[in-house]
């Protein structure tokens, strides 16, 4: 059983579209962040969001941590070719180093 | 841009070879962590060390041993390769300040087949 289930698992729009990837939880994070890989590359770092209730914008990309600190959502405005990639969750439990991933979505935007 | 390297970047070898994954990283990061990734699947922990002299296992379990020396070197071995072994590796290291968890930093991965 993952601890991180992310939704959808795949995700194919046009370019300009929006879209929303959703990752959730049954336990609290102390921190939450997201990260895109693309391919043949590692996982990179996109925001850390650490407030129950939190929104984070960066340029077209929103991100909400939920209230009970439990979920977190993504939201991509206008999507770009250049968005396309693997987008990992990842939650950082209270007094723990280690991080627990979600399986991903893999996003394609086409041009 | 990271610097976390890792080599090889695509190895291909059969049954039963020993094999050595590097992962080298210059920032200095006490943490450093090993990560398998499969198509669909989370990425899941099999090592960490908090720092020089500490490793640990983490939560799949893996038959592969790690080292840490030296702040900079975090090597994955395999002492007899077998095809459920086949995977991306992932090489990570992160510097955490203040109460929350810091960025982890990936290298490219190393891709393993075993035939």
């Known amino acids: 059983t993952q601890l991180l289930e992310q939704s959808p698992q795949f995700l194919s729009i046009q370019e300009g579209e929006n879209l929303t990837v959703y990752c959730n939880s049954s336990?609290?994070?102390?921190?939450l962040q997201w990260y895109r890989q693309e391919p043949g590359e590692g996982p990179v770092l996109l925001v850390t969001?650490?407030?129950?209730?939190e929104v984070k914008k960066l340029k077209r990309l929103t991100f909400q941590f939920g209230d009970a600190r439990k979920d977190s959502s993504l939201h991509i405005t206008a999507a770009q070719p250049g968005d396309t990639g693997l987008y990992l969750c990842a939650g950082a439990p209270f007094n723990d180093y280690k991080l627990s991933f979600g399986a991903g979505t893999t996003v394609t935007v086409r041009a | 841009e990271a610097d976390i390297y890792q080599t090889p970047r695509y190895l291909v070898i059969g049954t039963g070879k020993k094999i050595t994954l590097e992962c080298s990283q210059t920032?200095?990061?006490?943490?450093m962590y090993w990560y398998q990734q499969d198509p669909g699947m989370e990425l899941h922990l099999i090592h960490y060390s908090y720092g020089v002299n500490s490793t640990e296992k983490g939560d799949l379990s893996s038959e592969s041993t790690v080292s840490r020396i030296r702040t900079e070197h975090f090597p994955l071995t395999l002492e007899s390769a077998r095809p459920s072994h086949t995977s991306q590796y992932l090489c990570?290291?992160?510097?955490?300040?203040?109460?929350?968890?810091?960025?982890?930093?990936f290298g490219e991965g190393s891709r393993l087949t075993v035939l």
């Open positions: 969001v650490v407030t129950g209730g």
């Open positions: 920032m200095g990061h006490d943490k």
């Open positions: 336990s609290v994070f102390s921190s």
């Open positions: 990570a290291s992160r510097a955490d300040r203040g109460p929350f968890i810091g960025e982890l930093f």
